[in-house]
């Protein structure tokens, strides 16, 4: 089955509005012709306004770095999926490794934001991976495993198609340290083999699985080269329009 790639620029906090402005507008150009891939760019929620309109008519789409699970009430700081959809916004990220690690989110609420994206006709980019010492101790596989079983409880199978997920090493993120195309493919195989077993092979063979920690122009087309990698979460390099068009354009150049 052939997926279709999707690379996804995550902002982080970074660009203000007027910065989003003239990141988009560069970008829009740039991939305009890259038509077998889905594009998207996930700023700050305060840019996404900006960043909708700024990429009206192209093929770029908008994403959120983080979405709430209830529809609204006393959450001082958080966000609706009702706020999302009103403004065009496509996507949402959920389970980010730095909304874990710096504002506790844990694998049962990023669940919660699943089914609440879902519920509403957000597409979720769901984020997992283990950490550099989880890692060196031999836990990958349980840590991925337990990650993906929580994170996805009682998603249907339909539900779970129009899922996206990332793979982010937290070791390779921001530290210019990449997982080389093997080890990423060897944790895609993993979570592919854990969707097969929790629903079955269209299923499996159907959701997209980004790689996610230091992914460059320059090292893009080794990684998509893998058979179960489908595209890439990017931080740094999404921020500058020219690499980014760049890494897009190699993305599925093949
Ligand atoms: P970097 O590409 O900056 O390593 O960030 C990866 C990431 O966290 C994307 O969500």
Known sequence: MTRKPII???WKMNNTVADTRDAVRKLVPLVNDSVDVDIVVCPPFTSLAAAVDAAESSNISVGAQNVHWEEKGAYTGEISVKMLIELNVAYAVVGHSERRQYFGETDVNVNRRLHASL????IPIVCVGETLEQRRSGEMEAVITGQIRVCLDKVSADRM???VIAYEPVWAIGTG????PEQAQEVHS???RLLRESYDDTTAETVRIQYGGSVKSSNINDLMSQPDIDGALVGGASLVPDEFGDLIKKAVDN
């Open 177 to 180: 340290v990449t997982a080389t």
């Open 161 to 163: 198609c129009g899922t």
């Open 190 to 192: 993993l979570i592919r």
């Open 119 to 122: 519920q509403a006709g957000l």
């Open 8 to 10: 996804a620029g995550n």
